[in-house]
Nanobody, 121 residues
Framework: QVQLVESGGGLVQPGGSLRLSCTATGTIFSINAMGWYRQAPGKQREAVAVIPTDRDTNYANSVKGRFTISRDGAKNTVYLQMNSLKPEDTAVYYC???????????????WGQGTQVTVSS
């Protein structure tokens, strides 16, 4: 059973920083990509940053230059360093992993439980 465990959310003032972490555990054969998505109340979930295995990262235009995604493959962990936070960054942030649990089963998306990020003075 695969689980994604997130941490690092919280309340921060505008202009502040937070670092989110997510670790995938369980039966994992390989990981195709990991990423961060967010969803604000009344809005659809949107991709924030995605880091495919052995490929370049992708960022939403709204966070380019402020957020940095990184991965530690040995630990099946993905991070999101968030700087210069704005009130519009307030949302529940979800960790995502596209992975295989064995050599024959197709890749499948797994999601973390979400961690709240609130940017407010």
């Amino acid at each position: 059973q695969v689980q994604l465990v997130e941490s690092g959310g919280g309340l921060v003032q505008p202009g502040g920083s937070l670092r989110l972490s997510c670790t995938a555990t369980g039966t994992i054969f390989s990981i195709n990509a990991m990423g961060w998505y967010r969803q604000a109340p009344g809005k659809q979930r949107e991709a924030v940053a995605v880091i495919p295995t052995d490929r370049d990262t992708n960022y939403a235009n709204s966070v380019k230059g402020r957020f940095t995604i990184s991965r530690d493959g040995a630990k099946n962990t993905v991070y999101l360093q968030m700087n210069s936070l704005k009130p519009e960054d307030t949302a529940v942030y979800y960790c995502n992993a596209l992975l295989r649990t064995d050599s024959v089963t197709p890749s499948h998306d797994y999601w973390g439980q979400g961690t709240q990020v609130t940017v407010s003075s």
